[in-house]
């Protein structure tokens, strides 16, 4: 069975070595480190047992080392400089001075709360190494687990069959954010602008744009409760196209708050807002450990700051008037 203290031994044997090379005598070197001579008499017996043959032998009233001594003197720099090197890189990590942290996240969070994540880390820790990757939830929460990247943020709509935060989330951290509210875009001189609330029955006939596959699901259950199937036409995650085919009065669409905040709305285009009951709610993910990583910490409080400053949990991301 490998000793407990093996490790802080085989540190210590380079450190004694050194010192009674340096000054000749046992005695010379249990003063130089702070130990007692019998401590440094038994640290030399157990260092012998440990390589399997003498490591000093005495020369009259002195002590010198023997070759295997020599050995381990001539490598004590190189170990003590690894030593102070990993115990600097440590304090660092600590005091959030070096570090890394891996951000994911869906396409609307990459224009509201990723740069506000961002600011917020380069102002409190400018030494950290921090990138971000853009993708929808069941890839970041994949590269999570894969350990590709440490912080997702994702997105969940309500009776979502496929949602990746169930069973699939399994061994992950899911936290949840807040609620980002849901609306229908629709052209200037609709009859739904101006009403206070969407009634989506009044869409029936209307040609629709989809967007992710996600998304797509979640209008077809939206429709789905109101009596009807969209006529789906066009397909697109793009903000500016999906706003400028509202406004020539080609289709209409839905979108989520943040996604109207990320571009602003272009002339011709309204937003009014489905029901609370239908909007998405914002997860942020991590392995279970992640809180434990002063650098994670950090970038989850600030995940958490910049939810809050868009208004994610409040019903206002995305208000328009």
């Not at 038994?42 to 295997?68: C, D, F, K, N």
């Not at 990723?114 to 400018?126: E, M, N, T």
């Amino acid at each position: 069975m490998a000793d407990p203290d093996e490790g802080e031994l085989a540190v210590q044997a380079f450190r004694v070595m050194r010192a009674i090379a340096d000054t000749g005598s046992i005695t010379a070197a249990a003063a130089s480190l702070g130990y007692s001579q019998p401590a440094v008499s038994q640290q030399v017996r157990r260092i012998e047992s440990r390589v399997g043959m003498p490591v000093v032998e005495r020369v009259g009233r002195r002590v010198r080392l023997t070759e295997a001594g020599a050995v381990l003197a001539r490598h004590a720099d190189a170990v003590a400089r690894s030593i102070d090197a990993a115990a600097d890189e440590l304090a660092q990590l600590r005091g959030l001075a070096s570090g890394r942290v891996r951000l994911t996240g869906f396409p609307s969070a990459s224009p509201t709360l990723v740069p506000r994540v961002l600011a917020a880390l380069s102002g409190k820790a400018p030494g950290l190494a921090v990138t971000y990757v853009e993708a929808e939830p069941p890839e970041a929460m994949a590269a999570v687990r894969e350990d590709r990247a440490d912080i997702a943020l994702t997105f969940s709509y309500p009776g979502d069959e496929n949602d990746p935060h169930g069973e699939s989330a399994r061994g992950l951290v899911v936290r949840t954010l807040g609620a980002d509210r849901m609306f229908v875009v629709v052209p200037e001189g609709h009859e739904l602008v101006g009403a206070s609330v969407a009634q989506l029955g009044e869409l029936a006939d209307a040609s629709w744009i989809a967007g992710c596959p996600r998304c797509r699901g979640h209008l077809l259950e939206l429709c789905a409760r109101a009596g009807f199937t969209p006529r789906i036409a066009f397909e697109t995650d793009n903000i500016v196209a999906v706003e400028n085919l509202v406004a020539r009065g080609t289709g209409v669409a839905t979108l989520p708050g943040l996604a109207l905040d990320s571009f602003p709305l272009l002339p011709g285009v309204r937003a009014v807002p489905l029901p609370p009951g239908e909007q998405r709610t914002l997860h942020v993910v991590t392995a279970a450990d992640a809180h434990r990583v002063p650098a994670l910490r950090l970038a989850l409080a600030a995940v958490s700051e910049a939810a809050q400053a868009a208004g994610v949990g409040r019903g206002t991301a995305g208000r328009r008037g």
